[in-house]
């Protein structure tokens, strides 16, 4: 038989304590729609003098059996959102604008800064800061329209850089 002891009953306690701080300072947010899981969509702050902005999530899950595509996105905070990929071209970086975005099954496809693709915010209405959030609708051909909310942060790395 357990004895109930000090240790006994702190123990679970601390540990649910470092479970919800390490929650809350892992600092990311998800969405769940159909079989696609979008992890953590967020933007680097807008720089002055630039009319375009970049969004990013840090990946889409296919977890279901099926390739479903992104097809496009829509936000209040820009005129329009175009799909970009990036290529290197020898050692020139080029982005280009795709149709959309193949999301094979079973497979996560990531849109992180500095990787191969992202959103380009078109025309900002108003500056991204940090700290901001705002919405973006996300239209996939099977799972259909998903709007999530995209968080305005300076990434871990520090870039805020989009050369464009
Ligand atoms: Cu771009």
Wanted: hydrophobic share 35%.
């Amino acid at each position: 038989m357990q004895r109930l002891t000090f240790r006994s009953i702190i123990r679970p306690l601390v540990g649910c304590f470092a479970f919800f701080c390490i929650t809350t300072v892992v600092y990311a947010h998800g969405t769940k729609t159909g079989d696609l899981v979008i992890d953590h969509p967020y933007a680097t702050p807008s720089l002055s003098g630039v009319p375009n902005g970049a969004a990013y999530l840090r990946g889409i899950e296919n977890t279901g059996s099926t390739a479903d595509k992104l097809l496009g996105a829509s936000t209040e905070v820009a005129e329009r959102v175009e799909l970009h990929r990036m290529t290197m071209d020898g050692n020139i970086m080029r982005m280009r604008e795709v149709p959309n975005i193949e999301l094979p099954a079973k497979t996560v496809v990531k849109l992180r800064h500095n990787g191969e693709y992202h959103l380009m915010l078109m025309n900002l209405k108003r500056p991204l800061k940090d700290g901001d959030r705002f919405d973006i609708t996300l239209e996939f051909q099977r799972a259909g329209k998903q709007t999530v909310n995209v968080w305005v942060q300076i990434p871990r790395d520090g870039s805020t850089e989009h050369k464009h």
